[in-house]
């Protein structure tokens, strides 16, 4: 059996979360996901027992428990891995996200259930019990799909749902036509499919702006310590959330918050100030720092105006980001330039977009001189709200700048992947022409489209090649 | 001389009558097979043709079975092709022009000199049961003869009515006595649901009234198998068919005399083939400039040509015109005008998928009644059900094939769980794992299971083990050994590609996408190994990932088929079921899970909920 994943705790903030993996590859996953002193989970977790440890997802790391049961002795028959997470939606979105990533996929609603029915594992009281479940998990996934469907986004997916189905049709009519269709002028088959493989990308690029419309704008503030992100934080908040001191190294773990700012959600991240330490408390700070700033929309680089070697220049390109999301927004913010002669706002770099830097798979940090350049001052206020306003048109222009509608879900996202690799391998088919394999890779490739649509190829496809082609003798 | 008493009665001597009679007396049942005239037998009513898409899966699926249409079409054939050639081997089809008289004498030779099996010229009027249970026929004559297990497999001569224009009789197809002594009544009183369907052919017309010299010639190919694994020679003098096109004046006089077409001004009410339209469908409905005609010969011995794509009902005088506009036709003759046939047929959901009608116990249905068309369709459905009765009578487990099996079981669950609206054509596009059920895989995957219930012979399972040891051979030779390295820079740098390293083994040659079959073979490391053998060896390779996966999916799948649904499941108790799925349930009553999976409008979690009610009913 495939390797299934999903969040098992409600939907929500909660002090804890639950993401459960079942399938024969969900050790490995496991393995490959929870870390035990830097070490691999896959040998060190033991059936039945919890473990503490990491827990890796894209560009992010909690801290938590794992545990996993081998098969048969599980409650679905397979072998089961948990991870018991910090709560909220992002941390675990994440964590099914890598899941994912290493070759799980989203379960559908009582699927867990399912199995352990198929196994013969649940009892009479359990198997009673789920009913009302199921039918609760996929009314909602109903009523979300619907919602979605009658939107632009529904449309969106229709049409390129619709165009592999296009192509489909071409190509079986002309497996199973193939006198006939000889007198029939079709599309280019590579050229269509290698059109809609696009179309799924540029989808699939738009799931950032799609996320931060739902969940916010992630900023994450680094720097050299004293550089005055703290106080950055505190100005733009508006309030003294951080502990702002003259000792180098006050802040050594993450401070989070978030304003709404021109209706937009902007969460601040502060963070350990960047340098070399033997401090292994400040040091653990200084890499929480860095792999925050790997999942953030935007990146404030803090510098001290009044200081002449203020430059600093982190590693910021290690750790690929997932290829579903582009790349970051650097910003470039001097502050204290109360001290050095106000001149506030910005000074340099001009106009970007987040279209622009996504080309770039390092998030531009080779042309970090071309960073806008914001000046400000944290005491007073000054240069503060110009600040807010670039990190908002940064999201506007993610947001213009998507073709189409926005993309909020995982599950959307992993259908979308999907069919996207679908679609690679079928424009692969098409160089050596067997047409067999192309099928199954654009039938993979609907499919996955017809798990959030609803519709699945199948005796539609027929009936479109009837329609669309005169066929038969 | 026909008795009084016999296993199995096969009505009909069609297609699917022929493979169920013959497979039943090869399992040992006394057989009689009612047939209305003996020159009906295994007639070609349609196009002179065997095999072509799909169905050439489905011929060589047959002759895999130890059934006889491979055979006898390889005896009979007038020229063959392979179909989808450089399109991916999952789609390389076989098509067989046939000689349709010989292969009808063929066949009725074969049904008289089979053993246990009594051919009679008649027609059966009544299927009598006794306590749920077929047990005998009345005939038309008035004779009573008893059975313990009765196929049905009246084609398309059950009630038929044959309409060119605004005559109308009510005949067989090609003239053929239809059966209209009641049989209808006593199928419907059985609780069956009876239908309409129909279909058409094209006119025949005289070989010396045509000039060819305006048409395109069609070869066939002289180097390929044939139909039946049996079957060594090649067949290197073929006949060729001609293409040519309708036009402007073609499409002019259908569109002017659209009214007189039956199929239009309502005359007709059978539903019929969308992948068979006649030739007024096409140019009503399709806005196409031209519209291929294919002629073709209907047998070494006969001026009869076979008019392709232009099957219709108008009538006469329109086809004479018709017909004439064509180019090469222009002094055409026709011999037989283009007729519509309808006919009554069954609803196949009705039946299990050993095609055992589900409230008749020792009933079977096989071909053209259970709503589906082509020969070959019929006679794999024959050949199941002339299986299945045998193993009835003897009380032996029934033998089904499944759709990651074999086209006949895609056919077959097609059938009896989704059902059709209209005559069911074949289509590679209707079997979802069609790399797994390959033309040149059938002998393997299906010998063997004809072999352990008895119907093919042990020459044919020695046949089927030598090429499994041949391909087994290549496959663990191709792995290990190495192509000349000159040879292989040749070919790749022929092929546009880089020079390969060095040491490059079969397989990972094979693997290349750009690389083919004859690409390999033509280097000469495999010359031992004959080209059936190698081809499929080389497929295996090729397609080693994708194969995985369907493999993989296969077995998912089957996991739902082993779930048996009792059949006496009340849907409207079953809880959480959705409405739709309520009621399709109750009224399809599928066997399994899987198959319940594969009606629309039962969701996943329909399944689910299934599975938790099946498990709550065990306790």
């Known amino acids: ?473 | 001389m026909m008795k009084k008493n016999y296993d199995v009665i096969v009505i009909g001597a069609g297609h699917a009558g022929i493979e169920a009679a013959l497979a039943a007396a090869r399992l040992k049942a006394t057989v009689l097979v009612f047939v209305t005239e003996l020159k009906a037998v295994g007639f070609m009513a349609c196009n002179p043709a065997v095999g072509g898409t799909a169905k050439g899966h489905i011929v060589r699926e047959i002759d895999a079975l130890g059934g006889e249409m491979g055979v006898s079409a390889d005896a009979a054939l007038l020229q063959i092709k392979m179909l989808n050639r450089g399109k991916g081997p999952a789609v390389h089809c076989l098509r067989g022009q046939e000689d349709k008289y010989l292969y009808s004498r063929i066949m009725l030779e074969k049904l008289r000199n089979t053993e246990n099996l009594t051919l009679a010229e008649g027609e059966v009027s009544r299927i009598i049961t006794e306590g749920g249970r077929v047990s005998r026929v009345v005939t038309a004559a008035g004779d009573i003869v008893r059975a313990r297990a009765i196929v049905v497999a009246t084609g398309v001569y059950l009630n038929s009515r044959i309409i060119i224009g605004d005559e109308s009789r009510n005949e067989g197809p090609s003239g053929f006595k239809r059966s209209a002594s009641g049989l209808t009544e006593s199928l419907r009183g059985l609780g069956l649901e009876i239908r309409r369907f129909k279909t058409g052919t094209p006119a025949r017309i005289a070989k010396d009234s045509i000039d060819f010299s305006k048409m395109q010639i069609q070869e066939g190919e002289c180097d390929i198998h044939c139909f039946s694994h049996l079957t060594d020679e090649k067949l290197t003098v073929q006949q060729p068919c001609y293409l040519t096109y309708t036009n402007a004046d073609t499409h002019r006089i259908i569109k002017e005399n659209i009214s007189r077409s039956p199929l239009y001004n309502g005359e007709i009410k059978g539903i019929g083939p969308r992948y068979c339209p006649s030739i007024e469908d096409k140019v009503m409905r399709f806005d196409k400039e031209r519209h291929q005609i294919f002629i073709e010969p209907e047998g070494r011995d006969t001026d009869e040509m076979y008019v392709q794509g232009m099957s219709s009902s108008l009538p006469r005088d329109v086809q004479e015109r018709m017909y004439a506009t064509v180019a090469g036709l222009e002094n055409v003759r026709i011999l037989r005008y283009a007729y519509a046939i309808e006919y009554d047929c069954i609803d196949a959901r009705a039946l299990y998928h050993t095609y055992q009608v589900k409230h008749t116990e020792g009933l079977y249905t096989a071909g053209q009644i259970n709503g589906s068309s082509g020969y070959e369709e019929a006679a794999a459905q024959g050949l199941i059900a002339g299986i299945n009765a045998a193993l009835y009578v003897k009380n032996e487990p029934p033998f089904t094939l499944s759709r990651s099996e074999a086209y006949i079981g895609v056919l077959t669950d097609d059938l009896v769980t989704k059902g059709t609206n209209e005559p069911y054509r074949m289509m590679t596009a209707r079997a979802e794992h069609r790399i797994l059920l390959r033309e040149d895989t059938a002998d393997l995957r299906l010998t063997p299971r004809a072999y352990a219930v008895g119907l093919a012979s042990e020459s044919r399972f020695a046949r089927m083990q030598a090429r499994k040891a041949e391909i087994e051979n290549t496959l663990a030779r191709a792995l290990k050994e190495k192509p000349p390295h000159a040879a292989v820079t040749d070919l790749l740098c022929r092929l546009g590609g880089e020079a390969p390293k060095k040491g490059m083994t079969y397989a990972e040659l094979i693997k290349r996408p750009e690389v083919s079959v004859e690409d390999v073979r033509a280097l000469h490391g495999f010359d031992d190994i004959s080209e059936q053998a190698f081809f499929t060896a080389v497929t295996e390779i090729k397609y080693e990932g994708y194969l995985k996966k369907e493999e993989a999916d296969v077995k998912e799948r089957a996991r739902l088929e082993e779930r048996l649904l009792p059949t006496d499941i009340d849907y409207s108790t079953v809880s959480g079921l959705r409405t739709e799925a309520r009621q399709k349930l109750a009224a399809l009553r599928p066997q399994n899970i899987g198959q319940a999976s594969r009606i629309s409008g039962v969701s996943p979690a329909d399944i689910t909920v299934l599975l938790v009610y099946l498990r709550t009913r065990k306790s």
Do not use: W
């Not at chain 1, 359990?126 to 909602?140: H, L």
């Not at chain 1, 927004?329 to 106000?342: A, P, R």
């Open chain 1, 1 to 473: 059996m495939d390797t299934i994943v999903a969040i098992s705790t409600p939907h929500g903030r909660g002090g804890i979360g639950v993401v459960r993996l079942s399938g024969n590859k969900a050790l490995a996953i496991a393995g490959a996901v929870f870390f035990i002193s830097g070490k691999s989970g896959a040998k060190r977790l033991i059936h039945g027992k919890m473990a503490f440890g990491e827990i890796r997802a894209d560009g992010f790391s909690d801290f938590g428990y794992a545990v996993v049961f081998k098969a048969p002795r599980s409650f679905t028959g397979e072998d089961i891995a948990e991870f018991h997470c910090h709560g909220g939606t992002r941390i675990l979105e994440g964590v099914v996200a890598a899941c994912i990533g290493f070759g799980a996929r989203l379960a559908e609603p009582g699927e867990f259930t399912k199995r352990a029915l198929l196994n013969g594992k649940t009892d009479l009281a359990g198997a009673e019990g789920v009913i009302d479940m199921i039918n609760a998990e996929s009314a909602a996934a109903v009523r979300a799909a619907s919602d979605m469907l009658n939107g632009k986004l529904g449309a969106d997916i229709r049409a390129l749902q619709d165009g592999i189905g296009a192509l489909m049709e071409n190509t079986e009519a002309v497996l199973d036509f193939p006198e006939e269709t000889e007198d029939e002028v079709l599309p280019d088959g590579k050229r269509t499919c290698a059109e809609l493989a696009a179309t799924a990308q540029n989808m699939l690029s738009t799931a950032r702006a799609g996320r931060m419309a739902k969940y916010g704008v992630d900023v994450v503030i680094l720097g050299k310590p004293n550089a005055g992100k703290s106080s950055l934080l505190n100005a733009v908040l508006k309030k003294e959330r951080a502990i702002v001191s003259a000792t180098a190294g006050t802040t050594r773990d993450l401070v989070t918050d978030y304003i709404e700012y021109d209706g937009v959600k902007i969460n601040f991240t502060d963070s350990a100030g960047l340098r070399k330490t033997d401090d292994e408390i400040e040091k653990s700070g200084v890499e929480r720092a860095i792999k925050a700033s790997l999942n953030a929309d935007v990146v404030l680089l803090v510098e001290d105006d009044t200081d002449a070697d203020g430059g600093y220049s982190p590693d910021l390109s290690f750790g690929a980001k997932t290829e579903v999301e582009p790349a970051r927004i650097f910003l470039t913010v001097k502050t204290k330039c109360d001290l050095t002669g106000g001149n506030y706002g910005v000074k340099a770099g001009g106009a970007f977009s987040f279209a622009q830097l996504s080309a770039k798979s390092d998030g531009g940090v080779k042309e970090s001189g071309t960073f806008p350049v914001v000046r400000l001052s944290s005491r007073f206020g000054d240069g503060v709200d110009v600040l807010l306003k670039l990190i908002v048109s940064a999201y506007k222009n993610a947001e213009t700048g998507a073709m189409s509608a926005l993309i909020t879900s995982p599950r959307h996202i992993s259908c979308l992947t999907a069919c996207s690799e679908a679609l690679a391998q079928a424009y692969d088919g098409y160089v050596s022409g067997l047409a067999d394999c192309i099928l199954i890779d654009l039938r993979r490739a609907y499919d996955a489209l017809g798990q959030i649509t609803g519709t699945t190829a199948g005796e539609n496809l027929i009936d479109s090649i009837f329609s669309r082609f005169c066929v038969g003798k």
